[in-house]
């Protein structure tokens, strides 16, 4: 029997994965180990996202202004990239996710470059969840990319270059930003900012925000079905 959330079309999510780094910070941990914490956050979301109705979820894991960050910080990151790949290859061909990387490859060293193209061959025929990880990604770097492969420019051939809209955005730590993540596919998205650092971020918190998008009304622009009164404040 399918539960309230399987009966609904399956959602898009997309998630801003921040503080790592404060995570560590905090208990006196260098940033690494807050990143590894990170990574069990990542299998947690990806195992709670199907029942809770996620059709695909899309991880910001590094963007492309990281590369700012020092060199061993980025070692680090690649190094638990590939890892997370390599290991996660079976399992995903195991519970039916397809695991796809998104942005920027001739930046990345080659064992990621590897893992990246085994776990995709290997997955390409998951249907539960597609899970797409963003690394050396930049929102608009993707749209320009999209649209130079595209001889007939419009909102709907952009929309299809691109991929899915985005029906929910979710960032922990606290920033209320958009980072360059899914800037065109984000346009009706609905934002819910968290102030969970990512590795406390657990998957009752995803669920409370899949709980807040479904009490939302998305009106695309057109008038509210229930017209509420005026919010008191102008600010949360
Ligand atoms: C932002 O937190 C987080 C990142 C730049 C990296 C996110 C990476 C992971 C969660 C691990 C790898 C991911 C996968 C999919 C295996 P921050 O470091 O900027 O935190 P801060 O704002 O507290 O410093």
Redesign the pocket.
């Known amino acids: 029997m399918p539960n309230n959330f399987e009966m609904q079309s399956p959602l898009h999510v997309g998630i801003?994965?921040?503080?790592?780094?404060?995570?560590?910070?905090a208990r006196g941990l260098p940033?690494q180990a807050?990143?590894?914490?990170?990574?069990e956050?990542?299998?947690r979301a990806v195992e709670a996202a199907p029942s809770l109705g996620i059709g695909a979820l899309t991880?910001?894991?590094?963007?492309s202004d990281?590369w700012r960050?020092p060199q061993s910080?980025v070692g680090g990151?690649m190094a638990?990239?590939a890892?997370?790949?390599e290991r996660?290859t079976p399992r995903a061909v195991e519970n039916g996710i397809r695991l796809q990387a998104l942005g920027r490859r001739d930046r990345l060293d080659a064992q990621l470059r590897a893992a990246i193209g085994r776990a995709e061959a290997a997955t390409a025929g998951g249907a539960r969840l597609w899970l797409r990880?963003a690394?050396d990604y930049s929102g608009r770097d993707a749209s320009l990319a999209a649209a130079r492969t595209l001889l007939d420019l419009s909102r709907e051939s952009l929309d299809r270059a691109l991929g899915p809209p985005v029906d929910l955005l979710i960032r922990t730590?606290g920033?209320r930003r958009l980072s360059d993540f899914l800037l065109w596919e984000s346009a009706y998205a609905e934002l819910v900012f968290s102030r969970r650092?990512?590795?406390d971020f657990g998957a009752d918190d995803l669920a409370g925000a899949v709980r807040e998008f479904r009490g939302r009304e998305r009106r695309f622009g057109a008038v509210p079905r229930t017209p509420a009164p005026a919010a008191a404040g102008w600010l949360d």
Do not use: C, K, Q
Request: hydrophobic share 50%; charged share 20%; net charge negative.
């Open positions: 801003i994965m921040d503080g790592n780094g404060r995570w560590a910070l940033r807050g990143h590894r914490a990170g990574v956050t990542v299998s991880l910001f894991a590094f963007s990281n960050r910080e990151l638990l990239l890892e997370y790949m996660e990880i690394v730590g920033e650092m990512w590795p």
